[in-house]
């Protein structure tokens, strides 16, 4: 069935190292992506967007890659911090207008 | 400019009992969201809104239900409220159907006891 999902539920790093979190998606008539970071106790906040016509977009420490071939993007952070500790979710509209959720992996940044 | 803003903040409530969340989405935005998170869990969608109609809703039983007003506020109503019902309520709003980032409340966090 079609889905958007998470590779790694958790993934841990040190502070200043870079983090990958990767999602994969299964409708390639899916064209527009978000990545959502939501602290504990809060909204999901937005990150970043890419949309179908784009393969790579950066932002302030953050970089996304859309790989439509393989249907996969990923989240880059670089020089990770402890305040980016958060749930990471990616969110994919399929041209239905609502955005549809992944699990969500958990980053944890250790000092 | 305001963000989209939900209340209450926390809600608890007797099994049975029925539950009315709001939501005030950001100025300018007329699509209205609402999703349920599950402790631990993804987001799962429940009612969209959009120009004071409902557009779609996620697989959740009838009592789960809601309304948008003229000033594209919204309304979430769950009735005869069970244990599982019990899960952070989000709220998010969006300018263009979807096509633009949607941007989220807080949440209101629905304990059912």
């Known amino acids: 069935g079609e889905s958007v999902g998470l590779h790694l539920p958790t993934l841990s790093v040190q502070e200043g190292d870079n983090s990958i979190i990767n999602c994969a998606y299964s409708n390639s008539a899916s064209d527009y992506f978000i990545w959502y970071k939501q602290e504990s106790g809060k909204g999901p906040q937005f990150i970043i967007d890419?949309?179908?016509?784009?393969d790579k977009r950066q932002g302030q420490r953050v970089t996304v890659l859309l790989n439509k071939t393989v249907k996969h993007l990923s989240l880059q952070i670089a020089a990770t911090q402890p305040g980016d500790s958060a749930v990471y979710f990616c969110?994919?509209?399929?041209?239905?207008?609502?955005?549809?959720f992944g699990r969500g992996t958990s980053l944890i940044v250790h000092p | 400019e305001a963000g989209v803003t939900q209340s209450p903040t926390h809600l608890i409530k007797t099994r049975g009992q029925q539950a009315t969340l709001r939501c005030s989405p950001i100025?300018?935005?007329?699509?209205v969201y609402w999703y349920q998170q599950a402790l631990g869990l993804g987001l799962q969608f429940l009612l969209w809104?959009?120009?004071?109609?409902?557009?779609n809703r996620g697989n959740f039983p009838p009592r789960f239900s809601g309304r948008q007003f003229p000033n594209y506020s919204s309304e979430l109503n769950v009735n005869a409220l069970e244990l599982e019902d019990s899960a952070l309520y989000l709220c998010?709003?969006?300018?263009?159907?979807?096509?633009?980032?949607?941007?989220f409340g807080q949440g209101t966090r629905l304990t059912v006891v």
């Open positions: 100025s300018g935005h007329t699509s």
């Open positions: 809104y959009d120009e004071g109609e409902e557009r």
């Open positions: 998010a709003s969006s300018r263009d159907r979807g096509q633009d980032e949607a941007f």
């Open positions: 890419i949309r179908s016509n784009m």
């Open positions: 969110a994919e509209n399929r041209g239905s207008y609502i955005p549809t």
